[in-house]
């Protein structure tokens, strides 16, 4: 079962560290332990104005059918909220890009996401149904809370104190497309995006009211996991990860610190991490970070042009 892949970029990302170049570490490590045919496709939403830069850029990885797109083309409605942060436009276009995919699961990607050792669908989905890993919720509880208000549901469902982790992860077409549906207003002429981005509006009067105020620290995946368990429909699509049935972890944090990193220990098979995330607050330069994990990234027939 072949899966797609998302990753919402900037040229000059947060921290201004350039995401553009970063990427290419992202892209090394796929083109080298992804087996072929494993991602179908990878869309690149990127700001309108960027698209010709960023499909220059990436011309390179052909082999990894990579998609670039406008991001108000996938949702226009951001035109309406030109004030909208990037950081919040990145969450809807995870969820959005379920609506052009062409398989049922897709993996949500950063540019400074690094794949660590090989895979191919069976690692990644089990049995029909795909890994999701598990964090505690007291991590970021305000995650939780606002998006169960906006689900209009109690919060404390499933496992006690744990919900989904963050990017990378997979996610199902299906449940993004019923998510969608869930936070689509009975309004006339609004959508779900609206009903998202209307609420950062701080000169919206309606935004002055305290329990709007309480929704603004919905997530992507704190909306997305929420609405599977409202629907009953997690345990359909998902598999728990890091079990003894199923020890693979999607993300692990052992790049942080990233001065005390036992870099090897995260490349090992014996680890079950399949991704690191080496954080863009670092702001180290993509080519300092490439020749770190380079000695770990084997036989890639590209070398990324940083």
Not at 191 to 216: E, M, Q, T, Y
């Amino acid at each position: 079962m072949a899966i797609s892949a998302v990753l919402p970029l900037k040229a000059s990302g947060s921290y201004d560290v350039n995401d553009l170049k970063r990427a290419h570490i992202l892209f090394t490590s796929l083109h080298t332990f992804v087996a072929a045919g494993t991602i179908s496709e990878i869309f690149v939403l990127v700001p309108a104005a960027e698209v010709e830069l960023v499909q220059q850029e990436y011309a390179c990885w052909q082999s990894l059918n990579i998609k670039v797109m406008a991001e108000d083309d996938l949702l226009p409605e951001f035109k309406k909220y030109p004030k909208m942060r990037g950081w919040r436009k990145q969450q809807l276009l995870k969820i959005a890009i379920a609506n052009l995919v062409e398989n049922e699961f897709y993996l949500t990607l950063d540019a400074d996401v690094i794949c660590l050792k090989p895979l191919d669908e069976s690692k990644l989905i089990i049995n029909g149904k795909a890994l999701l890993q598990y964090e505690q919720r007291a991590q970021h509880p305000k995650w939780w809370k606002s998006s169960a208000r906006i689900l209009n549901m109690n919060p404390n469902v499933g496992p006690k104190e744990l919900g989904m982790t963050v990017t990378p992860a997979l996610m199902s077409r299906t449940l993004s497309q019923k998510l969608m549906q869930e936070l689509s207003p009975n309004k006339a002429g609004e959508n779900w995006v609206d009903a998202l981005c209307s609420l950062h509006d701080p000169a919206n009067p309606k935004n002055w009211w305290i329990g709007r105020f309480l929704k603004l620290k919905w997530t992507e995946y704190s909306m997305y996991y929420l609405c599977a368990m409202k629907l009953g429909l997690l345990e359909q699509y998902h598999i728990i990860a890091g079990t003894a049935q199923t020890p693979a972890l999607l993300l692990i944090h052992d790049s942080h610190p990233y001065e005390s990193w036992n870099i090897a220990g995260s490349f090992d098979l014996a680890n079950p991490g399949l991704f690191c995330v080496v954080g863009s607050k670092t702001r180290l330069p993509p080519k300092e970070v490439w020749l770190k994990v380079a000695p770990f990234i084997q036989g890639s027939a590209v070398q990324p042009p940083l």
